[in-house]
């Protein structure tokens, strides 16, 4: 009961938040803030119930840092997955528009993978820190970090790599683009890999981080 409770609340907030990304366009130049305060809001919402990951990248660093254990993650990227699907699905039957997902033109897949690694590796440690590291349990400020890390990418990177930073985000723009609008399978692998090889290097520093913070107890 308690892991279908944590799968409802990892579905609901996945397709909230990306609903709003494949709606964002309306937004203009204020597009990554609109992003970033959903993802807020979604992360406050379920931080109490699953630790609101809504992004597989997330749950795959939580897992390497031995957070999250492997079939749960497994089943929040299946839950994840199929919201992404049905999020960029439903943005495209109310709008009309369906965004899809791709680097800027003229940048080289070298530059969107590097953008798409460095974010996401700034978001997972984000979430390690404020939401998976004892000195900081308990506190209220871990939906606004998360979501304005996801903004300043936005802001940052956008026009360089389509700013995904979540491989569901990736999954679920590429599905919607071939689905309504012809669009190309091409550039996927970048928001798989990129965010993955993300979350990885965040979690190794994120050791690195409490590995020290743990000595210098040990030597107080």
Sequence with gaps: ?????????????????????????????????AIGMALAAMVYMG???????????????????????????AAYWGVQLVAAALAFSFGYAISGLTPGIHPGIGVH?????????????????????????????????YGLAIGFTV?????????????????????????????FANGSWTNLWLYLVGPLAGAAIAAGIHRMQTFRVAVQQREL
């Design 1 to 33: 009961m308690e892991l279908r409770a944590k799968l409802v609340t990892e579905f609901t907030g996945t397709f909230v938040f990306l609903s709003v990304i494949a709606l964002a366009g309306h937004a203009g130049a204020l597009a990554p803030l």
């Design 47 to 73: 931080g109490h119930v699953s630790g609101a990951h809504y992004n597989p990248a997330v749950s795959f660093g939580l897992f390497l840092r031995g957070a999250v254990p492997g079939r749960v993650m």
């Design 109 to 141: 897949w070298y530059s969107a993978l590097a953008a798409e690694i460095a974010l996401t590796t700034a978001l997972v440690l984000v979430v390690l820190n404020v939401a998976a590291t004892p000195q900081t349990a308990g506190n209220s400020f």
């Design 151 to 179: 903004a300043a990418g936005a802001f940052a990177v956008g026009p360089i790599s389509g700013a995904a930073f979540n491989p569901a985000v990736g999954f679920g723009a590429t599905l919607g683009a071939a689905l």
